[in-house]
């Protein structure tokens, strides 16, 4: 029997408290524009990238061989093979950081189009380990 949704995100142990309200919002969204829009409409007090990144460096913890599929898929990108993992590796607000930390080495013109890519790369991996389609969200155990 395969695991729910909800099973997966109990093993990633980000938000234990919100399990049910954190499957609908990675059963929703499609990118980090969605994603911002929902912690919005929730009045949450993290941003997009931050629970994306908590999710995905949870993640990363179970299937560490992402990291290289990282840098391979954003290797184009015009960032370093370091600094993609380095960033790729932020638990909580890696643009940020990576702006603090390398904004003599990469204009705003690498910088941005490369954190949109890598967010959209985290969101995709961790939708991938819930096994999620494009269906519309329906709680898969109510019991939880």
Known sequence: MSQTIEEKLRVLNVFPNSIDETAEIFQ???????????MGERSYSC????FIFFHFHSL??????ILQEAE??????????EHIKEYMKDEQQPSLIFTLRHEDKYPFEVREPFYQ????FALD????YLTI???PYHNQNSTL
Request: zero cysteines.
């Open 125 to 128: 991996r961790i939708k991938q």
């Open 133 to 135: 389609s494009g269906k």
């Open 117 to 120: 890519k890598a967010n959209q």
């Open 47 to 50: 941003g997009s990238e931050q």
């Open 60 to 65: 990363l913890g179970l299937q560490p061989e």
């Open 72 to 81: 391979k898929q954003l290797s184009d990108l015009g960032v370093s093979p």
């Open 28 to 38: 929703k969204v499609q990118n980090e524009e969605d994603v911002k829009k929902e």
